[in-house]
T-cell receptor, first 116, second 109 residues
Framework: GAVVSQHPSWVICKSGTSVKIECRSL??????MFWYRQFPKQSLMLMAT?????????EQGVEKDKFLINHASLTLSTLTVTSAHPEDSSFYIC????????????FGPGTRLTVL | EDKVVQSPLSLVVHEGDTVTLNCSYE??????LLWYKQEKKAPTFLFML????IEKKSGRLSSILDKKELFSILNITATQTGDSAVYLC?????????FGTGTSLTVIP
C-alpha cells in the first residue's frame, strides 16, 4: 500500500529557532498533502492544505508566516515552524489522499516537536 | 514492520443497522490505540484505548481493545445517516503514530 513518511520523527529545539519537517509520499505522487497538529485529548486540527506548484491553503487561525509550507515536488511537502516557541510543541502529522479517492488518506507517522 | 490494517475498506448499510469496524495492528512498542471519525477537514477523536477488555462507550459508539490478539473493534449501533464517514484507527508507539487507511462507512436512509 501507499506509504507516507515524515522526517524527522522527533526534534528538540531552542525557543526562537526554526524547524523544518518533511512529508514524503514514498511510492505514489501526491499533488495535495494535508498538515495536522495534534492537541491534548488527541484531537487533530487541520492546519493547511499543501498544493504542489501553488500556495498552500491555510485554515482559519493558522499563521501563514509562522507555519511555512512548501510543496516542492509531487512527493514532498515541507512544514517549517519559524521562530518556534514552547507553545508550538506538539505532534505534527501529514497525510496524502489516495490517487483515486479522497476517502482514502495515507497518514505519516508524525513528528514530535519539543521547543525548550 | 509496524503496521495497522483496517477492515472492511468500505461498508454500505441501512439506517438502523449495527456495524462493526475492525483494526488490527503489529507494532513494536504499543502505547495506545485511537479511533477517529473523518468527515471533512480533520479527523474527530472518538476513543483512546490502552487496556485490554475495557469497553469505551459514547452514545451509540463503543470500542474495545484486545492486546493479546492485537486488534480493536469499533461498534456503531442503530446507525444514522450522520454516521457516514471514514473511520480511522491509529496506534501510538510513543514517538510515532501508525494510521490505518480507514473504513469508509455509508449509511443509507
Amino acid at each position: 500500500g501507499a506509504v507516507v513518511s515524515q522526517h524527522p520523527s522527533w526534534v528538540i529545539c531552542k525557543s526562537g529557532t526554526s524547524v523544518k519537517i518533511e512529508c514524503r509520499s514514498l511510492d505514489f505522487q501526491a499533488t495535495t498533502m494535508f498538515w495536522y497538529r495534534q492537541f491534548p485529548k488527541q484531537s487533530l486540527m487541520l492546519m493547511a492544505t499543501s498544493n504542489e506548484g501553488s500556495k498552500a491553503t491555510y485554515e482559519q487561525g493558522v499563521e501563514k508566516d509562522k507555519f511555512l509550507i512548501n510543496h516542492a515536488s509531487l512527493t514532498l511537502s515541507t512544514l517549517t515552524v519559524t521562530s518556534a516557541h514552547p507553545e508550538d510543541s506538539s505532534f505534527y502529522i501529514c497525510s496524502a489522499p489516495g490517487q483515486f479517492s479522497y476517502n482514502e488518506q495515507f497518514f505519516g507517522p508524525g513528528t514530535r516537536l519539543t521547543v525548550l | 514492520e509496524d503496521k495497522v490494517v483496517q477492515s472492511p475498506l468500505s461498508l454500505v448499510v441501512h439506517e438502523g443497522d449495527t456495524v462493526t469496524l475492525n483494526c488490527s495492528y503489529e507494532v513494536t512498542n504499543f502505547r495506545s490505540l485511537l479511533w477517529y471519525k473523518q468527515e471533512k477537514k480533520a479527523p474527530t477523536f472518538l476513543f483512546m484505548l490502552t487496556s485490554s477488555g475495557i469497553e469505551k462507550k459514547s452514545g451509540r459508539l463503543s470500542s474495545i481493545l484486545d492486546k493479546k490478539e492485537l486488534f480493536s473493534i469499533l461498534n456503531i449501533t442503530a446507525t444514522q445517516t450522520g454516521d457516514s464517514a471514514v473511520y480511522l484507527c491509529a496506534v501510538n508507539t510513543g514517538n510515532q503514530f501508525y494510521f490505518g487507511t480507514g473504513t469508509s462507512l455509508t449509511v443509507i436512509p
